[in-house]
Structure formats: structure tokens, C-alpha cells
């Protein structure tokens, strides 16, 4: 079964024919500044595998572990859709409120808890890790 989601205004859509690779929740300061709250949630997905309907603006920043990522959101709505990261480039990630259905997103690591907020939602049950493991 495919994985689908998209934007509020439904402007832009898309179709991810592959299972996610893995699932995070990422607490990085240059995530909390995009999402406006304390983490951004998302799957890693093949990139060939992901079909989008509708145009994406992206903006470029550098993230915490110190790459390049280039986040796409809609330019009507404004909601965040995904994030190219170049450290990974054959990787989307694609973020878990856009999918159709939010019940799918398991996450399985929590990443960069070293910028998590003291009021941040915080999974005792997954693993924790300060930065990105790798």
C-alpha cells in the first residue's frame, strides 16, 4: 500500500511506493525553527521512490550536524512536505503531519536531544542520541 499525504491546501501532493528506511524524531534547533515547535517529525525514504504533484518551494540552511538541507514546503500554505539532506542524497525526508495518515509514522530513534526544549514531548521508550548517530 502506498504511502501518500500533502500539503492543508492540498496544492501539492505525493506517493511513496517504498517503506520507510527509518523514523525519527529530530529535536535540532534548525528542525524546531521550521516546524515552530519542538521537533520535526520524519520517515527516510528512497527519493526514487516518492512521485509529488504540485510545485514546492525550498529554502537552504545549514543543520545541526553541520550539512546543507533544502527544505520543501508549499508556497501557498506554507505546510513543510520534506527535507533534502546532502549527506543523503538518495533520501528523502518526509515529514510525518503531511502523510494522509499519521497513525503509519513509527519512530524509532530520537535524534539531536541535546537541543531538545525542557517542555519537549520526549519518547521514553525509543532510544535517545545528543546528535545523529552515524
Known amino acids: 500500500m502506498p504511502i501518500t499525504g500533502g500539503c492543508a ?17 529530530c529535536y535540532c534547533r534548525d528542525c524546531q525553527h521550521s ?5 520535526a517529525s520524519v520517515m527516510l525514504i528512497p527519493k526514487a521512490a516518492l512521485k509529488m504533484t504540485g ?6 540552511s545549514t543543520g545541526d550536524s553541520g550539512g546543507r538541507v533544502s527544505r520543501g514546503f508549499c508556497p501557498n500554505c ?7 539532506i546532502s549527506a543523503m542524497e538518495s533520501m ?28 519537549a514531548p520526549v519518547r521514553e521508550d525509543l532510544p535517545k542520541f545528543d546528535k545523529q548517530p552515524g
Open 92 to 119: 528523502v525526508a518526509l515529514k510525518a503531519a503531511s502523510l494522509d495518515d499519521p497513525s503509519i509514522f513509527k519512530p524509532m530513534v530520537q535524534v539531536f536531544m541535546k537541543s531538545a526544549p525542557p517542555w
Open 55 to 60: 510545485e514546492l518551494k525550498h529554502y537552504e
Open 78 to 84: 506554507g505546510s513543510p512536505i520534506i527535507s533534502l
Open 35 to 39: 516546524t515552530g515547535t519542538a521537533m
Open 9 to 25: 491546501c492540498k496544492a501539492v501532493r505525493y506517493e511513496c511506493s517504498a517503506d520507510p528506511i527509518m523514523a525519527a524524531n
